[in-house]
């Protein structure tokens, strides 16, 4: 049987986040209904001590991506198959993976 095509849409023009922090995966539950919860942080200073002239960072939670196991899997391999070495990735290029996993 062929596999349907599902149009992409984004009706809610979801936004890009910078997350260059650090980054976790946790897991939730088990067996057949267990989620793999990644969080981005983003590394920032806070905001007081800078107007004291101090630095003082902090890794603040940007965005959880909650997914089954079956897409962190999938999520794996893209980036298995996309990200090589950092040569050869083209800031240029379009980005994304048409792929349906």
Known sequence: ?????????DPDNIHEMLC????NL???GQGNHALAV?????Q???AAPLFEGKVTHRNIVRARIAMNVPNLIALRDLL???VKTESEISPASAGGSAVRH
């Open 26 to 28: 946790s897991f939730q």
């Open 80 to 82: 298995i198959n996309n």
């Open 38 to 42: 990644l969080t981005f942080t983003q």
């Open 20 to 23: 260059n922090g650090a980054i």
């Open 44 to 46: 920032r200073p806070d």
């Open 1 to 9: 049987m062929a596999q349907v095509k599902v149009p992409v849409i």
